[in-house]
């Protein structure tokens, strides 16, 4: 069911409410909400917002290179592909722009990325519907990539993700001697080892520090 | 700080995340996911969102009688206010639209209704900024009213609210013999009597019912 | 499997775990933080709780009249049942000791009390297994009661334990001019409208009271 | 203010209850629903619960090499202490006894055990008054330990207490090419990239581990 058909025959703030639900994490009581919070505000506000609504995919561009959103750019590539700053020898691969955004924030990593833009769920028959296998081996050919880092959650789909692409890179470029690698596994800011699983505890001795 | 100003200089991105955090409830993080989900969209959906945007406020009016927002109307008053088939002599006073949707909800009350548009935090020193007095005022001196229900919520602000306005009807309508009530305390559904409080268990059992 | 059995084999601080967990609202962590919280304790707070243990039950008497629990009486019946101050016309009737004590504290009602001892779960076939049946007929017969007030949880099992022991003293005592109410209906303390349900604001309207 | 004093003239249920209320974790409420828990077990329930808080400190040791609560032992020290499997040149520091199982149960240890008795809050004065200085020395100073793994909470204490303890070793013990280290940081299980702080994720990459 889309939310076009549904909403045929309704009225605005029903129909406006529909779409709200369609957002990620909202109920039916908060959409409601969210309607009448833009009744109370000036006309000026709303057609602001549906200048944003018809203007941020004209200003966005997905690049064809990491396929992660970006704005402001000429070309077909983003800034971050592009930057000879960056490590262009290291790859990451991630699930979603959010996970790009975590990355970037902690300001730590300097080379480039690839967003699949999903991940694939365990039992899952067509992964190659959920992320982008094919732009990612383009990706990988074109590169000149000593590393590739698969950057998903600590989760069982992010696991069963990164094992997915690692074994679907190691079966495309066999004999590459390209390094494949997964993040630390360790005690995570705020840990306490009391509520910790064994995995998260053999991970975090497996990889003690010196200090 | 207006979202109008500080957003001048940026993106779209930024901009509509900065406008999705003003909606209630939203934090920057939910803001952000809003936008990556807008952006996965197709531009139909985009778009229609924006016409919606744009045409609640245009078929939304307020009723200039009971405060309430309506759409589909013509004239000034709302249908509620206007039907014959309501008790034009019963007025309930409420606190926001999605109180009144409660109650009409109910299906247990015929009267007419009244949107005071807010409540009245305790020690407020303007308290006719908060809430429509005067409206209040005119629609009382306009109607035939018997009785006035108070239908605030229960709790401080709530009653403050009630009190003041209790207060303000009767000190300005000092001799008309109008009824003026609150909604009933006691048990709300799901209530424990292990966890009530006093007030609650007062009141529960000063409005015990024969069965 | 009680815990009597389970834990013959195990040492001392896995049985104590194991009691632990069969505490209220427990789980096999907070079970396991106690024992090691009395490990940490003087040995003779531990003895002063072993002597607690052993002693409640020997300071406690259950009334054999209202059927709560009790401590330093004498006789067979409790101060408040004795009380000449509390009203002997009005029973209240609740499921434990602890919906008791909560009313006490309201400091509202001045009549005596019988506890039932639980509440009858819908579509249970045995309920004299589940409520004091026989001990409140007896209690009824030799009381005068002009009221019975049925004070249970505003819950599906609480208002069907309600309705059973309306009808149950009903068929019992036909012609006794006998009133029995329940508990008001309403909002309790800290309800909002925009979350209450249909049923809570028809009884608030129904019981709505004139200030 | 000790529970002792503090419950000198109150009856038996009080009593229990304000033990109950020292228990980690237990408030007013849960502490009385206990104590009418207790009321309507069996004497014998009470009798064994009695006897268990006698006993378990009778059964119970401290062991005098590693500190942590042990039973069922001869002499002064625990199984694992002298466990001539277990590798002596390895000691792991944690806070408490729970800490410790946490470990054990993930199966990856083999060294011995320091159990300091607590974390050294931020800023405090007293740190010997807060964890076990004195017997560390004396641990250390006795075994032949090539690495100490501080194996604290990944918060703010956790840290703190990780700091405080290894510069305590550095001064104490500075030439003796004791190794130091402290767990892993990283992802723990579940931790989710999008959700992450900066610390993680640096951690996470720089304990990236190829696969």
């Known amino acids: 069911?889309?939310?076009?058909?549904?909403?045929?025959?309704?009225?605005?703030?029903?129909?406006?409410?529909?779409?709200?639900?369609?957002?990620?994490?909202?109920?039916?009581?908060?959409?409601?909400?969210?309607?009448?919070?833009?009744?109370?505000?000036?006309?000026s506000y709303l057609e602001e917002?549906?200048?944003?609504?018809?203007?941020?995919k004209q200003n966005i561009k997905i690049c064809q290179s990491c396929f992660r959103f970006y704005q402001n750019g000429n070309g077909l590539v983003c800034p971050i592909c592009t930057d000879p700053g960056r490590d262009q020898s290291q790859l990451m691969i991630v699930s979603r722009d959010v996970d790009f955004e975590a990355i970037e924030?902690?300001?730590?990593?300097?080379?480039?990325?690839?967003?699949?833009?999903?991940?694939?769920?365990?039992?899952?028959?067509?992964?190659?519907?959920?992320?982008?296998?094919?732009?990612?081996?383009?990706r990988i050919k074109k590169g000149?990539?000593?590393?590739?880092?698969?950057?998903?959650?600590?989760?069982?789909?992010?696991?069963?993700t990164?094992?997915?692409?690692?074994?679907?890179?190691?079966?495309?470029?066999?004999d590459t001697g390209l390094s494949i690698s997964i993040l630390g596994r360790g005690l995570s800011t705020g840990t306490e080892l009391e509520y910790s699983d064994s995995d998260t505890i053999k991970n975090a001795l497996k990889n003690r520090e010196r200090v």
Do not use: C, W
């Open 162 to 174: 990164a094992d997915f692409i690692r074994d679907y890179i190691k079966e495309k470029f066999p």
């Open 105 to 138: 924030k902690s300001k730590f990593y300097s080379g480039v990325y690839f967003i699949l833009g999903g991940t694939i769920p365990i039992l899952d028959k067509e992964p190659e519907k959920k992320v982008r296998l094919n732009e990612l081996l383009i």
């Open 49 to 56: 917002m549906a200048r944003l609504f018809l203007s941020i």
């Open 1 to 43: 069911m889309t939310s076009e058909n549904s909403t045929k025959a309704m009225d605005p703030i029903s129909k406006l409410t529909e779409y709200f639900r369609e957002f990620p994490g909202i109920g039916p009581r908060q959409a409601r909400r969210f309607v009448y919070f833009l009744l109370t505000r000036p006309s």
């Open 144 to 160: 000149q990539f000593k590393e590739i880092i698969l950057s998903l959650n600590a989760n069982a789909e992010g696991e069963h």
